[in-house]
C-alpha cells in the first residue's frame, strides 16, 4: 500500500474519531465550552445551559459526520487508487455538510431556548420599557408594565386603554390594546413622533 494513502487514511480516521467524539459527548452532555470542538455561536456562548442544549441538538449530525469520515478512510484502504480518491472526496463533502447542519441545528436549538427564556416582557417590553425605551420615555409610549392596571404581566399596553388620551400613540390609529402588539410594534406612532 502506497504510503501517501497510509497517511490519508490515518488523518481521516482521527478526524473521524474527533468529530465522532464530539458528537458523543455533546449528546450525553458532557462536551465542555471551549474553543474548538462544538457548536460555538454566540447564542451557544450566552449560558452553559445554552451550550449544553445546542450540542444535544448538534450531536447526531456530528456522529454522522464521523461515520462518513471513517468510511471514507475504510473505503480508500479498501478500494484504493483513483476510485477510493473519489470515495475520500466525496466523504468530506458529505461530512462538511453535516458539520454544517450540526451547526445550523445547535445555533436553532440555543436562540429558541434563548428566546424562551429571556425577555419577559415578549415583544419588546420588559425592564427596560417598551421598545427599548427606559424609565420615563416607556410612559411616553403609553405602555404598562404589567404590574397595575388590566395589562396582563408582560404585555405591553397602554397605561389608560380605553381613554384616548392625546398620547396614547394607539389612538392615531384606532388600535385597543395599544401598540404592543408584535405586528403592530412600532407602526402606532404620531407624525410629531416620525418626523
Known amino acids: 500500500m502506497n504510503a501517501v494513502l497510509v497517511v490519508v487514511m490515518v488523518l481521516l480516521g482521527g478526524l473521524a ?4 467524539g464530539t458528537g458523543l459527548a455533546g449528546l450525553l452532555g458532557r462536551l465542555p465550552g471551549n474553543g474548538v470542538l462544538g457548536v460555538r455561536t454566540p447564542e451557544t456562548r450566552r449560558s452553559p445551559e445554552a451550550w449544553e442544549l445546542a450540542n444535544r441538538a448538534a450531536g447526531p449530525a456530528f456522529l454522522g459526520s464521523g461515520l462518513v469520515l471513517l468510511l471514507g478512510a475504510l473505503a480508500l484502504g479498501l478500494i484504493g487508487g483513483w476510485v477510493g480518491g473519489l470515495v475520500v472526496v466525496v466523504a ?24 424562551t427564556r429571556g425577555d419577559v416582557g415578549g415583544c419588546g417590553c420588559g425592564p ?13 409610549t403609553g405602555c404598562a408594565s404589567g404590574s ?15 381613554s384616548g388620551a392625546p398620547g396614547d400613540p394607539a389612538a392615531d390609529c384606532g388600535v385597543t390594546g395599544g401598540c404592543g402588539s408584535c405586528a403592530l410594534h412600532g407602526m402606532c406612532e404620531t407624525e410629531s413622533a416620525t418626523r
Open 128 to 140: 427596560d420599557g417598551c421598545g427599548g425605551h427606559s424609565g420615563a420615555d416607556a410612559a411616553d
Open 17 to 20: 474519531l474527533v468529530v465522532g
Open 92 to 115: 468530506v463533502v458529505g461530512s462538511l455538510a453535516l458539520l454544517s447542519v450540526a451547526g445550523l441545528a445547535g445555533a436553532r436549538a440555543a436562540a429558541m431556548w434563548d428566546a
Open 148 to 162: 397595575s392596571g388590566d395589562s396582563p404581566a408582560g404585555t405591553c399596553a397602554p397605561a389608560d386603554a380605553g
